[in-house]
């Protein structure tokens, strides 16, 4: 008897306790559903698993050989750059944008010089994408890693987050704009690949920087589809070992360098 | 006691509160003005450039967006932990929140490179950013916050204000780990990539909110010549001590991990021993005149009782949170990005020297527009709802 008067006086407590154990656990576990999903997400473009039945997607990338690059070919590089997207850079400038740029390195120990051109990595997993709030910054699914310039909100978040300091802020208004590279103040960009280029001549595009040191048979930028095991760029990298920028990251540069 | 708090409007019309309300309202103008000069013009009239890409105005943006979430403790020190005693602070504290969070996201939005893309942000997510999260957690903050209030300020509902006090403590919690991972989560610079930055930010939160609630208080309770007994002051005292004290914990661990690792080195140095305006703002205004002092003003025997000492340690804790702000995200990307370990590197963009950044006026008046603008808000709040408890007497513990 005294059992079930204990009893009776402690269902009310009892229910109240199993709500709220329900609503702590539903408060706890549903935040990590949640990260659970958002770190599943997939950008739509990229490649998922439905589409098994379509020719695999093709990976562009740069394979550059800086034992075969001089300063004055890094410095062609630049200029063709920017002849062909038109942006142009004052020395000593802080704000002006630079889609490419020469970069000296010296080994701390043994002093040896290198020589080489600096871009957009085009990586596999950019941070630039993760970060960008309103997905402006995003990856096509050939790998190539571009802005949106009618969604980006000049917010620089991206630029925070590149590791290679890729990306350039517009600070000024812009005039005689080319039609290849559509670009507008207070907003974000970078190399694009020349996938203008690239969606003309398909495999056989040569980005500009490439086209202006690739001489008499000399590919010292190779460009190509990394995802093709018997492309060239795959097949150098392979003979000859390529180096992928700060790899400790983890965020698969398409750029690759050789001699470093 | 708390049963018996009448809340009433401030009904002052001295010069002083007109004349603080005009400074207010004309510094929020004459930033606004600025910030649209900043948007024709283009963002070259700013210190800013491609080597710094956050200045000032981000310094104050993220100041008042975490005094923002620490400025609604005193509600939730009612509301959550049961302490009866802050019930009669807690109407303001959740105004005062929502204050400094709308001054806040106005200078940031007013920061961005094209602010007429307010509508791109609030209809195009990418829930992998961090950022992203945030327009959700401080729009949701706003929200909640507002219910809150609107639960506590209504008899028939006073029950429902404990849960959603609750609701709002967890999401402000959320929300200042969001805006410390905007740094923490940037693995590729030295100077974030630390986890510690979000435990860090809500400590921060709790005393910068703390010392911007503690003077708006101590203004307002003045200008319309209301009591305030000692021992509420002595309370909210302690716990800014407890707060600045739980800063100094995180500051002195975040930099001990960094000099745990050989490849963060250079990075401390920079802070701590050569990196001249930033070492000097690290040590001199964060630490000595941002925690020491106020640490010593706070607790020093001789100045326990003078709201004096009181004042002059919130003053000394907002510049010191200014100080550490400026030097976690303007320091934080002067030092260069490390692209090939082991090289001395040169180039035409900066690679491998420490970036150069001077605010520009703009920059200033554009981040004193949010601080002014949050003050404004709250003071005309205070003016039209029954916010503040008419008197605040003593009471027994």
Redesign the interface.
């Known amino acids: 008897m005294a059992n079930e008067l204990d009893n009776i006086e402690l269902r009310p407590a009892r229910r109240r306790f199993m709500q709220s154990s329900a609503a702590l656990a539903m408060?706890l576990i549903a935040p990590g559903v949640l990260l659970y999903k958002?770190g599943q997400?997939q950008s739509e473009n990229e490649p998922g698993s439905d589409n098994k039945d379509l020719p695999a997607t093709p990976r562009w990338g740069l394979l550059i050989d800086t034992n075969a690059l001089s300063e004055a070919d890094v410095d062609a590089c630049v200029a063709a750059c920017q002849q062909e997207h038109g942006w142009h850079?004052d020395?000593g400038s802080?704000?002006?944008?630079?889609w490419i740029?020469?970069?000296?390195?010296?080994?701390?120990?043994s002093g040896q010089q290198?020589v080489l051109p600096?871009m957009c990595q085009h990586c596999a997993d950019p941070?630039c994408?993760?970060?960008?709030?309103?997905?402006?910054s995003f990856k096509r699914a050939d790998g190539i890693v571009l802005v949106n310039k009618h969604?980006?909100?000049?917010?620089?978040?991206c630029?925070?987050?590149?590791?290679?300091?890729a990306r350039?802020?517009?600070?000024?208004?812009l005039q005689d704009q080319l039609a290849v590279a559509p670009r507008g103040?207070?907003?974000?960009e970078s190399c694009t690949l020349c996938v203008h280029r690239i969606d003309r001549d398909g495999a056989n595009a040569v980005p500009a920087c490439a086209e202006a040191v690739n001489r008499d048979g000399r590919k010292a930028i190779l460009f190509g589809d990394l995802n093709d095991p018997d492309s060239e760029i795959s097949q150098r990298a392979k003979s000859h070992g390529a180096t992928r920028?700060?790899a400790d990251?983890g965020v698969d540069p398409g750029v690759r360098y050789r001699g470093? | 006691m708390p049963a018996a708090t009448r809340f009433t409007e401030i009904k002052t019309s001295s010069p002083q509160y007109w004349g603080l309300l005009l400074l207010l309202a004309i510094l929020a103008a004459v930033g606004i003005g600025a910030a649209h000069h900043m948007?024709v013009?283009?963002?070259?009239i700013s210190g800013?450039?491609?080597?710094v890409?956050?200045g000032l105005p981000h310094v104050f943006a993220i100041f008042l967006i975490v005094a923002a979430s620490g400025a609604l403790n005193l509600a939730s020190m009612a509301s959550v932990f049961g302490k009866v005693e802050y019930k009669p602070l807690a109407r303001f504290s959740a105004v005062l929140s929502i204050a400094l969070l709308v001054g806040g996201l106005a200078v940031l939005l007013l920061d961005?490179?094209?602010?007429d893309?307010?509508i791109?942000?609030i209809t195009?997510?990418?829930?992998?950013?961090?950022?992203?999260w945030?327009?959700i957690l401080y729009s949701g903050f706003i929200v909640i916050v507002l219910a809150y209030l609107w639960l506590m300020m209504e008899r028939r509902f006073e029950r429902w204000s404990r849960p959603a006090g609750m609701f709002a403590f967890?999401w402000r919690l959320i929300l200042t780990s969001g805006t410390g991972s905007?740094f923490g989560?940037?693995?590729?610079?030295e100077s974030y990539d630390s986890a510690l930055l979000a435990p860090m930010f809500i400590v921060m939160s709790f005393s910068f909110g703390l010392a911007v609630f503690i003077l708006l208080l101590l203004t307002s309770f003045k200008l319309d010549q209301r009591e305030l007994d000692g021992i509420h002051l002595q309370r909210l005292r302690k716990l800014l001590g407890l707060f600045s004290i739980g800063i100094l914990y995180f500051v002195i661990l975040f930099h001990i991990t960094k000099l745990y690792g050989s490849q963060n080195h250079d990075f401390e140095r920079f802070i701590l021993l050569d990196g001249g305006v930033y070492t000097r703002l690290f040590w001199l205004f964060q630490i000595v005149l941002g925690t020491l002092l106020p640490l010593f003003l706070l607790y020093a025997p001789r100045w326990q009782h003078s709201s004096k000492s009181l004042v002059l340690a919130c003053l000394l804790i907002i510049q010191g949170g200014f100080a550490q702000l400026y030097v976690i995200i303007i320091g934080g990307?002067a030092f260069p990005?490390n692209?090939?370990p082991?090289?001395?590197?040169?180039?035409?963009?900066?690679?491998g020297v420490i970036?150069?950044y001077t605010p520009s006026l703009w920059e200033l008046l554009l981040g004193c527009a949010g601080l002014a603008s949050a003050l404004l808000i709250a003071l005309l709040v205070l003016r039209v709802l029954p916010m503040l408890p008419q008197s605040l007497p003593g009471t027994e513990d």
């Open positions: 408060t958002t997400a850079s020395a802080q704000t002006a944008a630079q740029r020469k970069i000296h390195l010296t080994d701390k120990q290198t600096m941070p994408v993760d970060v960008c709030p309103t997905g402006a969604t980006c909100i000049g917010c620089r978040y630029m925070m987050a590149c590791p290679y300091k350039s802020f517009i600070h000024e208004v103040k207070g907003t974000v920028l700060r990251l470093l | 948007d013009e283009g963002h070259h800013m450039n491609n080597q890409v956050w961005l490179g094209r602010p893309r307010l791109v942000a195009h997510y990418n829930f992998r950013s961090i950022f992203a945030n327009i967890a905007i989560f940037l693995v590729a610079r990307q990005l692209i090939f082991g090289y001395r590197v040169e180039s035409s963009f900066f690679d970036s150069a």
